[in-house]
């Protein structure tokens, strides 16, 4: 029985690609997790695969904050060794972030084989550091690569849930009527600054005969503070799937966990990047998208500011008009988007599992 340690923490970028190769494991595979207490894995990660939490975290911040963080790192990967003699583990595989220090550092001491994917047109800190103690590197998106030149990295593209894999009806609880539906989504964690800017355009939107579904995440003190009967304003929805395959615009951060959930759906979009992620990864993911004719870049502004505003109409109005086909943009741009889909990403990284064990 094959013994595979996890390591994805943090936000939905790095657990659900994790998690949709778990799932998507033949059932005699044995699945240990690494998470960090008190993240989004305590929620996320089903109760049949144990859940061992370390205290671990990234090196930002003061000298002293760094020197604790160091040692937090020395403890965690001999906690990750001893997982390892107990569990006899056999494999690690990890989605990068700081949770995967110290299972590859930990997996490198003690002779185990680790499959490292990052889904960043940027590869994370970790990644570019580490790489190179990794049996195999795999990243999401193909321009990563150049950020990877001690390792030579296999494209096998980002997994995704279950879920977007098959058709999903709309949300019984969206708007009813025939106005093009818009969602809004900020990530896992939400985003306020985005929030702000997309509440400016609901009136062009909603006045349209738009039906929008913005989801906040549970952070933001102005949810539902406009009230419309085609609005619909939540923290989260489960039900992504359904609303992506079915919507006409999405407006979303640019993470690479949303980006393949985009193009899996063949959903056109917006790309509103997260200006302060690290290393501009988010720009860099939107750029590799819009690129290919898939997205279109709006920079985080302030919300008076008619950026936002005037892109969305340019994309919207033909629709909302009922133009001819040849002039929605909307159309060209959900062939974009599907084409950066790609084929299993989830059973190409098995065969790799399978390969290094």
């Not at 305590?42 to 160091?70: D, E, M, T």
């Not at 959930?261 to 290393?279: K, N, R, V």
């Not at 302030?302 to 133009?323: M, Q």
């Amino acid at each position: 029985m094959p013994r595979l340690l996890i390591a994805a923490s943090g936000t939905g970028g790095h657990i659900f690609p994790a998690l949709s190769v778990a799932e998507a494991l033949p059932n005699h595979w044995s699945v240990t997790w690494l998470g960090v207490a008190n993240r989004l894995e305590s929620k996320l990660i089903p109760k049949h695969f144990q859940l061992i939490r370390l205290k671990v975290g990234g090196l930002q911040g003061n000298w002293l904050r760094k020197i604790i963080r160091l040692i937090e790192l020395v403890i965690s990967i001999r906690t990750v060794r001893q997982i390892i003699v107990d569990q006899r583990i056999d494999i690690i595989f990890t989605t990068g972030g700081y949770i995967a220090a110290p299972a590859i550092l930990g997996g490198s001491l003690c002779g185990i084989p680790v499959v490292l994917h990052d889904s960043n047109a940027i590869p994370g800190r970790v990644t570019r550091l580490l790489g190179r103690f990794c049996r195999v590197v795999a990243i999401g998106i193909p321009t990563a690569k150049h950020f990877l030149s001690h390792c030579k990295p296999i494209f096998t593209g980002t997994p995704v849930r279950a879920e977007f894999l098959t058709p999903q009806a709309l949300p019984h609880w969206v708007p009813p009527g025939k106005g093009p539906i818009i969602v809004v989504m900020g990530g896992s964690q939400g985003a306020i600054g985005l929030n702000r800017m997309v509440r400016r355009i609901f009136p062009l939107l909603l006045s349209n005969g738009c039906r929008v579904i913005h989801l906040t995440g549970n952070n933001d003190e102005e949810a539902c503070q406009f009230a419309h009967p085609n609005l619909i304003e939540k923290p989260f929805a489960n039900e992504i799937p359904g609303l992506l395959q079915n919507a006409d615009l999405a407006i979303s951060r640019a993470g690479a966990g949303s980006l393949s959930e985009l193009a899996i759906c063949g959903t056109p979009a917006i790309l509103i990047p997260f200006p302060d992620a690290a290393d501009q990864h988010q720009e860099a993911n939107a750029r590799f998208a819009a690129a290919h004719g898939a997205a279109v870049i709006v920079h985080q502004h302030n919300p008076e500011d008619r950026t936002l505003n005037n892109c969305v109409w340019r994309l919207i109005k033909p629709r909302i008009n009922k133009l001819e086909i040849n002039m929605d943009p909307l159309l060209e741009m959900k062939e974009c988007m599907k084409n950066l889909s790609v084929n299993n990403p989830e059973g190409q990284l098995i065969e790799l599992l399978l390969m290094v064990r």
